[in-house]
């Protein structure tokens, strides 16, 4: 009957639009479901991923010396030409000539964290920091030289 | 079907098309002129039912233009390739957006891209480029700009 | 006793006490349109905040925490940019037009205020036909919306302009028959009359089935009057992007904002008078000590506890529900909503006559 | 000079006196086009007559820059078209260079990928049922769905060290192993997933609202469907199959347990219910192959520089929104000599014409919300 199904109709749509409320209410007064997250007060109990793709670095040991033979590998690896690698020649104590890095610019602007330079480095020279907060005021900023000044190779690197 | 069921069925259809070997699917090389009755056979014919064309695109081979048509049907799932080689000074080439929807859009995307001209398309106009543009098609290979492209 | 109607006796007496009649009418004048704008900005603030925490609970956030204690100047600060913005008007735009659909859509809201009575004995005009007043009133509000989306000369504008117009003009009907209800068991217009009508139970309870048709279709109604969720297509940000407040910015959106919740206050206010009891506490039965309980608690609280639950169920809604599309808009008010509160109030009716009410 | 200016200009005086239609620009920045989408409307009042879109705002040429690119690099530039299912852009192109170079993928790197592709399917329908449910105007579920979203984006970080664009597919298999807490970590994922399920029904799907302006919207017959190229959801919400993942299945796909999900309304309620039953399947998928990760290798030996044998080359995958094709030309060098991608988002708007014209303004929203629409993967 036309009626019945009107009412009927009626009803359904009160009782659909309730459940949802229901729902609603839930989350209204459970307070503990909240999952915010309220990052810049939280820094110091922020715990990144040790595998998050931050920024490459280069790692120094205590002697100020970095595992990179200035093969350019990642630079011939990557996509975006962050990176770039200014080689010199260095004159080991037996006259040797040896070739070795001057500088390793990286373009923080360019780079897409993808992880391609890392993967072909034969030497572990480089690897990726967990670091985010990356904005600065001048774009100058994001170029960065990742050798530290005056640091030499390691030994037994090759 | 199979490729060489297809391939038996096709010549029957068009004795002059050729068929290049080593791909995945049958592909057929075709003359320009000839693919609008062909693409109307292989849509219509019950046995190949052809209704799903699910790449359409343009290579520029420096010499010439090819498109490439990749269609497949949803009833017998077998896929075919169908290559057309054009000219590449004046591309051109009858449209198939009758018989495929999906087709006016990608014609219209090839012909921003690569220039090729479609006859009798219903609205063959820029889609992806801004009005007035003016210059070479961006996917050809003697494309460049100096201003927006990198080169590594 | 430090109620509302005490204090404004006091003011009155002394205000007799030093100055003349005249004077003091016109000083009254002039306080009560402070108090007014007064209410207006502390409402503005309250409801904001209350709107941006109830969303904030209802989807898991946390919601404004920053700008004070517990985010309690938020809605402050936000003010203060609005204020300072630049209020732009397009260069297309009826300029006279696009300037007082603002002002008109904020003059019609404190008009509103007028009849409501926010404590016992505290209400600024108690006239004899204040119900009327309110729906009489209340659609001057669509002038303004209309001003507005037809002035800024943008389609979107005038498309969410046209929408108000027709969803405003359908809901009066139901809104004011389901008001109906009330006026005809109780048998008067005048607010006080329709409060104290109530004094031994409120009309949600003693008024039975149809009492309660009403009550939702009034509050689905009005709801859509006030252009909030789920019935907000004259703003609708998904396809119109604001509405009929696209062009405006600064305080003239500001304006219209702060509209928007006076006016869902006010309608709440009425809510609450008409089905809720105003200012009467909850009584049960007579003279037990529940009641007098209850009459302790002030009759202001007791009005702004009510206004302000309904004001959440309002809220409430707008965070649950998706919108309408405008025919179902429409179908909603022709096809279900009018029927039914016309033959609940030939209902209500029937039991006014044969007093089936208690 | 641009089109856009030439609209606008038409567009103010607005209507055409006589039919009393008037044009109105949707985009390129609109609430619901999520995204620099622009379409512009004809409308007799709130009727659609004609939807016209226009692209090309965020089109990078991502197939003329793969051109210069190696067959190691260029997989990256994939996340950048869909990016709410990189992870199986990526994929698809691995699978295309392992194609074309006949590498052998471990077993343990093809359930790792299979593991991968599944969570992002998940993801995204996640962000499509919030983003869809704002559309029509209901905002809570945006966050309830970003809940769930989010720890798979948490698993995403710590196995692949991203949360959206990862870059986790090499050819020959994975970049990295898996994280020693993937597996429990998707497994409480589950069971979180597995207590809110219902929580969908209750705020969307049941509500009379909601189902109201979904049903007879968008109405797509399954003959249009294909002829219009659609793929994915759009087409199941049809009733025709056209899964991948089944047709012709790649990886490990053809021995796995699910169902190709159809149903057979057409309009948008029959989209939205795949997509809803498609994240199910998926969760089906996932816990018959957490458990069962073999060990080995998670990347094939492989070349330093990859070279690609004369010939062309082409993978379908089921994305999220539907088919992708990656077609590779190669003349045998270490670069592609042409790439196409055929992306599931550009013929799935195709077809938004034909659906929408004679519905209301309101209706474009919903089915534009239920065709799935990502902007960067339909101007690539």
């Known amino acids: 009957m036309f009626i019945v199904k009107y009412i009927k109709d009626v009803w359904g749509a009160i009782a659909s639009l309730a459940t949802g409320m229901k729902r609603t209410l839930y989350y209204f007064t459970h307070h503990k479901e909240i999952i915010t997250q309220e990052y810049p007060d939280n820094r110091d109990s922020l715990v990144m991923a040790e595998r998050f793709k931050g920024e490459v670095v280069m790692p120094h040991d205590e002697k100020n010396e970095h595992r990179c033979t200035g093969c350019t590998a990642c630079e011939l690896a990557c996509p975006n030409g962050t990176i770039k690698v200014i080689t010199k020649f260095d004159i080991s104590p037996e006259g040797k000539k040896k070739k070795a890095i001057d500088k390793l610019v990286y373009h923080l602007e360019l780079c897409t964290m993808c992880n391609l330079c890392v993967e072909a480095c034969p030497s572990d020279a480089i690897k990726m920091a967990q670091t985010f907060e990356h904005s600065v005021y001048d774009r100058k900023q994001l170029t960065k030289i990742l050798n530290h000044p005056g640091s030499k190779i390691m030994e037994g690197v090759e | 079907m199979t490729n060489e069921e297809l391939k038996i069925k096709i010549t029957e259809l068009l004795p002059a098309a050729s068929f290049e070997e080593g791909g995945e699917w049958l592909t057929i090389s075709i003359e320009p002129g000839d693919w609008l009755s062909l693409a109307q056979q292989l849509r219509k014919d019950e046995a190949l039912f052809f209704d799903y064309l699910f790449c359409l695109t343009c290579v520029d081979w420096k010499t010439h233009l090819s498109m490439v048509y990749h269609l497949s049907s949803t009833q017998y799932r077998h896929t075919i390739v169908v290559k057309a080689k054009l000219d590449r000074n004046k591309p051109e080439i009858e449209t198939v957006s009758q018989i495929w929807r999906t087709a006016e859009f990608h014609e219209r995307e090839v012909y921003e891209m690569f220039g090729v001209n479609f006859r009798n398309h219903p609205d063959l106009r820029l889609l992806i480029l801004p009005d007035g543009w003016e210059g070479k098609n961006p996917l050809r290979k003697d494309f460049e700009d100096p201003v927006n492209m990198i080169r590594l | 006793m430090w109620s509302l109607s005490h204090i404004a006796n006091e003011i009155h007496t002394w205000l007799s006490n030093t100055f003349n009649p005249t004077w003091t009418q016109i000083i009254e004048m002039v306080l009560a349109g402070v108090a007014v704008i007064g209410l207006f900005a502390a409402l503005g603030l309250v409801l904001v905040l209350m709107e941006r925490r109830v969303a904030a609970w209802i989807q898991i956030r946390l919601g404004p925490n920053r700008v004070g204690p517990f985010g309690l100047l938020q809605s402050m600060a936000d003010t203060l940019k609005l204020i300072v913005k630049e209020g732009l008007t397009p260069d297309g735009a009826d300029k006279v037009m696009f300037n007082v659909a603002p002002f008109i859509a904020m003059i019609v809201a404190m008009l509103l205020m007028a009849p409501i009575a926010f404590a016992k004995d505290f209400q600024l005009w108690d006239l004899n036909i204040g119900v009327l007043f309110v729906t009489a009133i209340s659609s001057i509000m669509v002038i303004s919306i209309l001003m507005a989306g037809w002035s800024s000369n943008n389609k979107y504008s005038l498309m969410g302009a046209m929408r108000s117009g027709a969803q405003i003009v359908s809901y009066e009907l139901s809104a004011g028959l389901s008001i109906m209800t009330i006026v005809v068991l109780t048998g008067s217009l005048q607010v006080s009359d329709i409060i104290h009508s109530q004094a031994n139970g409120w009309w949600i309870f003693k008024g039975h089935v149809p009492v309660w048709i009403a009550f939702i279709t009034f509050i689905i109604a009005v709801t859509a009057e006030t252009n909030r969720a789920p019935f907000d297509l004259a703003e609708a940000e998904s396809e119109l992007t604001a509405g009929f407040h696209t062009e405006y910015s600064g305080m003239k959106f500001a304006l219209f904002f702060l509209a928007e919740y006076i006016n869902v206050f006010i309608v709440c206010a009425i809510g609450a008078t008409l089905f809720l009891g105003g200012w009467m506490p909850l009584h049960f039965g007579s003279g037990n000590a529940f009641n007098h309980a209850m009459d302790y608690i002030p009759s202001s609280i007791w009005f702004f506890g009510k206004t302000f639950l309904l004001i959440f169920l309002i809220m409430w809604f707008r965070w649950t529900f998706p919108r309408l599309r405008i025919d179902q808009l429409l179908n909603l008010e022709w096809k279900y909503l009018l029927p039914i509160s016309m033959v609940n109030l030939l209902v209500t009716t029937a039991m006014a006559i044969l007093g089936w009410h208690f | ?380």
């Open chain 4, 1 to 380: 000079m641009y089109r856009q200016t030439e609209i606008i200009k038409e567009a103010v005086p607005g209507s055409n006196g006589e039919t009393g239609e008037f044009t109105i620009n949707v985009g390129p920045q609109h609430p619901a086009t999520h995204g620099v989408l622009h379409l512009v409307i004809t409308l007799s009042g709130e009727t659609i007559k004609k939807v016209e879109p226009h692209l090309g705002y965020i089109h990078r040429s991502i197939e003329k820059m793969c051109e210069s690119l190696t067959y190691r690099q260029f997989i990256y530039v994939t996340s950048r078209m869909d990016y709410l299912s990189s992870h199986i852009n990526n994929h698809a192109c691995a699978l295309c260079v392992e194609k074309g170079m006949q590498i052998e993928v471990p077993p343990r790197a093809r359930v790792i990928r299979v593991l991968m592709d599944e969570l992002t399917r998940i993801a995204s329908h996640e962000l499509w049922w919030g983003a869809m449910a704002m559309d029509l105007g209901a905002f809570t579920p945006f966050f309830h769905a970003f809940r769930e979203r989010e720890s798979i984006n948490d698993i995403m970080e710590e196995t692949c060290g991203a949360r959206l664009t990862m870059n986790y597919m090499v050819p020959g298999g994975v970049m990295q192993d898996i994280h020693p807490n993937f597996q429990k970590r998707v497994k409480e994922f589950i069971r979180l997933y597995k207590r809110k399920i219902d929580e969908y029904d209750e705020l969307v799907t049941g509500n009379i609202i909601f189902q109201n302006r979904m049903k007879g919207v968008g109405v797509l017959t399954p003959e249009d469907a294909v002829s219009y190229g659609c793929s994915g959801p759009v087409t199941r919400g049809s009733g025709v199959s056209s899964d991948i993942r089944k047709l012709y299945p790649y990886e490990i796909y053809d021995k796995l347990e699910f169902d190709e999900v159809l149903e057979t309304g057409g309009d948008s309620f029959a989209r939205y219910l795949v997509r809803i039953r498609e994240m199910q399947q998926s969760i089906r998928i996932i816990e018959q192959l957490i458990d069962q990760i073999p060990e080995g290798d998670f990347q094939a030996k492989t070349k330093a520089v990859l070279k690609l044998p004369k010939g062309e080359f082409y993978t379908r995958v089921e994305t999220a929104r539907g088919e992708l094709g990656v077609y590779i030309v190669s003349e045998g060098g270490t670069t592609p000599y042409r790439i196409k991608f055929r992306s599931p988002g550009f013929s799935n708007l195709s077809v938004l014409d034909h659906i929408a014209r004679g519905s209301k303004i309101g209706d474009l929203v919903a089915m534009m919300g239920t065709l799935d629409l990502v902007i960067p993967d339909i101007d690539r």
